[in-house]
């Protein structure tokens, strides 16, 4: 059955995830991850409004306030946003008087796409082994 066993490849054809209770790293081959890490990334990309906010602040730096109100939210929820980013090293923020202007973190998610590839390799295998079993 290899690597996730016959129920782990039973969760995956249904689409459920596989889960380990409370690991500390994930292990993919020779790439090593720190879980914490990945889950602050995939916890701050899970809301359409962060992404959007991501995808502003690659075109330009803008000020919590420009943020907010390109966003149709109040200060305090952009602010709760881009905390999440911020934590998950998305986003830096930088005061200066008054006003927080972000900008771009320094993170280019390297480790969050290549763990997606792992994942994109595994149904690849998968699915040509449904392939070549549906085909005897």
């Given at each position: 059955?290899?690597q996730?066993?016959?129920?782990?490849?039973?969760?995956?054809?249904?689409?459920?995830?596989?889960?380990?209770?409370?690991?500390?790293?994930?292990?993919?081959?020779?790439?090593?991850?720190?879980?914490?890490?990945?889950?602050?990334?995939?916890?701050?990309?899970?809301?359409?409004?962060?992404?959007?906010?991501?995808?502003?602040?690659?075109r330009?730096?803008?000020?919590?306030?420009d943020?907010?109100?390109?966003?149709?939210?109040?200060?305090?929820?952009?602010?709760?946003?881009?905390?999440?980013?911020?934590?998950?090293?998305?986003?830096?923020?930088?005061?200066?008087?008054?006003?927080?202007?972000?900008?771009?973190?320094l993170?280019?998610?390297e480790?969050?796409?290549?763990w997606?590839?792992s994942?994109?390799?595994?149904?690849?295998?998968?699915?040509?082994?449904?392939?070549?079993?549906?085909?005897?």
């Amino acid at each position: 059955m290899g690597q996730f066993g016959e129920r782990g490849w039973q969760r995956i054809a249904l689409g459920l995830p596989l889960h380990v209770a409370n690991p500390q790293y994930i292990l993919n081959q020779m790439v090593q991850y720190t879980r914490s890490r990945l889950d602050a990334s995939f916890a701050a990309l899970s809301d359409a409004t962060r992404r959007g906010v991501l995808e502003q602040l690659g075109r330009a730096d803008a000020s919590i306030t420009d943020l907010a109100e390109k966003f149709h939210m109040t200060l305090t929820g952009m602010k709760k946003h881009v905390d999440v980013l911020d934590q998950a090293g998305l986003v830096i923020t930088q005061k200066v008087g008054r006003v927080r202007t972000c900008k771009l973190g320094l993170r280019r998610l390297e480790e969050e796409a290549a763990w997606i590839e792992s994942y994109r390799q595994l149904w690849d295998a998968r699915s040509t082994r449904w392939t070549r079993l549906s085909r005897n």
